[in-house]
């Protein structure tokens, strides 16, 4: 079965306005596809791209962008061929700053988007049922975000954008902000989470081995202004375990990319799990 294009740039760029009225190229040309990818049985299991590049590179603005919060001042975004005119129920985006609403529970966070898109009670309870257990937050159903660690409010995060069922997922560093212990865990989570969905993933990351432990192909960008340098495969198979990260043919890949990023032009910083 062929691929189908989900997620398409074209000539993109974008540039800002500085309070002081001076023009910054963030992005210039970036042309991507992400595919729908299928098993050989005809089976589709989504595809996990990753955006790596410096703070700085403009990784966040190609992520807004398909999401419908952001314009381009060249080229065109698409998303299932179609050109992005602004948010849609097709994406979902998790961003690294917490983003429940504080007044509704854990479980009302959950299930606001089916209420607002109409879904029948049953299936919303049944739905929000699924999804607390698939992150570990059935306990605290009834608790306020504000309650929650850093680690349990990405998770809720996560569970709200999957209650609409999005075909694409926007992930903008959201384990950015967690210890490592932390980050670790839902890495393994998310990638259980993504396996059973099979719905593409965007995510957006300056931490080497992050992009590497989590795609099947990392887009490279360079510094300021952001131009994607290289696309790389992700050679390990799924699943993969926290082991995966102290074999010799992982670190390699790692040193590769680092050296990739640092061929790049311009400056900015990236970070390597330790």
């Known amino acids: 079965m062929d691929n189908k294009v989900k997620v ?11 309070a002081r009225g001076d023009k910054v190229e963030a992005l210039r040309d970036i042309n991507l596809e992400v595919e729908d990818a299928f098993t050989s049985d005809g089976r589709d ?15 966040s603005t190609i992520l807004r962008m398909i999401a419908g919060l952001d314009h381009p001042d060249k080229g065109q975004v698409l998303v299932n061929g179609k050109p992005v005119a602004g948010p849609g129920r097709d994406r979902g985006m998790v961003f690294q700053k917490y983003t429940s609403f504080p007044w509704l529970t854990v479980a009302d966070n959950v299930a606001y988007g089916m209420k607002v898109n109409d879904v029948p ?14 992150v570990g937050l059935t306990a605290f159903a009834k608790a306020y975000p504000d309650t929650l660690s850093g680690g349990m409010q990405q998770r ?32 393994e989570l998310l990638l259980r989470i993504w396996n059973e969905t099979a719905c593409t993933v965007l995510f957006v990351t300056h931490d080497v081995e992050e992009a590497i432990y989590l795609a099947d192909r990392i887009f490279i960008l360079s510094a300021h202004p952001g131009t994607i340098v290289e696309d790389v ?37 990236v970070r390597v799990s330790i």
Do not use: N
């Not at 009670?121 to 698939?134: F, N, P, R």
């Open 8 to 18: 398409s740039l074209q000539g993109v760029g974008r540039t800002f306005v500085t």
């Open 45 to 59: 299991v989504g595809e996990f791209r990753v955006l790596l590049g410096p703070s700085g590179c403009g990784k």
């Open 121 to 134: 009670s049953a299936e919303q309870a049944k739905t929000v049922k699924h999804l607390l257990e698939a």
């Open 156 to 187: 809720l995060a996560i569970a709200r954008t999957l209650a609409v069922r999005p075909q694409i997922i926007l992930m903008d560093e959201p384990f950015g902000a967690l210890d490592a212990q932390t980050r670790g865990d839902m890495q």
């Open 233 to 269: 495969p992700v050679p390990f198979g799924r699943p993969r375990g926290p082991g995966l990260k102290q074999e010799k043919h992982f670190r390699q890949l790692q040193d590769e990319v680092l050296a990739s990023l640092r061929r790049a032009p311009g400056r900015g910083q």
